[in-house]
């Protein structure tokens, strides 16, 4: 069975630091992967999906990346601000339509 | 606006009385699903559904049951909700009928249900 794991669980960081949280996987057999914000007390919001063909996609100061052979995928944040603290969210889809998710990181970015 | 709207947003039931949350989309999606969120647990899936009266079992489907009558809609019913049934649950849609992930995903507000 498909697991995923994130790491790290909880990470505080000033303001302007670039970052890299990360997100593995244990059955490299996937279609794609999609990282997901959210917000105390509100849904997910999708950032960025990446399809089994891809190596990586970007939106704005968001990037992420794909290494199916190793299971791994990393989501960088560039010159991160006060307003990306939230709790960021991968998920994995294969061969069947029930996705897996991580168990998320929370991000806070502190002034 | 594209969206995903649940009611209610929170909900505090005595066990064994029957409940219902609604989901409504307005992106004429045809997959549509419910999953539940759980501290150290992560978001499980409940059900899913591919379109119109097609649904099928997620992760943990058990005391829960759904319909799919029309493709805006996706309600979520307990029967005879119990305590370990206490959760925040989501409702979500994407636009493609070869599963959630294939496209971006929207997701509802969320539903916190406390079953005391």
């Known amino acids: 069975k498909q697991e995923v794991t994130q790491i790290p669980a909880a990470l505080s960081v000033p303001e302007g630091e670039n970052l890299v949280l990360n997100c593995s996987f244990t059955?490299?057999?996937?279609?794609?992967l999609q990282w997901f914000r959210q917000d105390p007390g509100k849904g997910l919001t999708s950032l960025l999906l990446i399809q089994s063909s891809q190596r990586e996609q970007t939106s704005g100061r968001l990037n992420a990346s794909l290494d199916k052979s190793s299971g791994r995928s990393t989501l960088y944040i560039a010159a991160s601000q006060p307003g990306d603290s939230a709790t960021y969210l991968c998920a994995v889809g294969g061969g069947s339509y029930i996705p897996t998710f991580g168990r998320g990181t929370s991000l806070i970015v502190h002034p | 606006e594209a969206q995903v709207t649940q009611n209610p947003r929170y909900l505090i039931t005595v066990t064994g009385k029957k409940l219902t949350v609604t989901c409504s989309q307005n992106?004429?999606?045809?997959?549509m699903s419910w999953y539940r969120q759980d501290p150290g647990l992560g978001l499980r899936q409940i059900y899913y559904s591919m379109n119109v009266e097609v649904t099928d079992k997620g992760d943990v489907p058990e005391g829960y049951k759904v319909s799919r009558k029309e493709k805006r809609n996706f309600p979520l019913i307990l029967e005879s909700p119990s305590p370990n049934q206490t959760s925040l649950y989501f409702c979500?849609?994407?636009?493609?009928?070869?599963?959630?992930?294939?496209?971006?995903?929207?997701f509802g507000q969320g539903t916190r249900l406390t079953v005391v």
């Open positions: 059955d490299s057999a996937i279609y794609n």
């Open positions: 992106m004429n999606h045809e997959y």
């Open positions: 979500a849609s994407s636009t493609t009928g070869t599963g959630f992930m294939n496209t971006e995903a929207f």
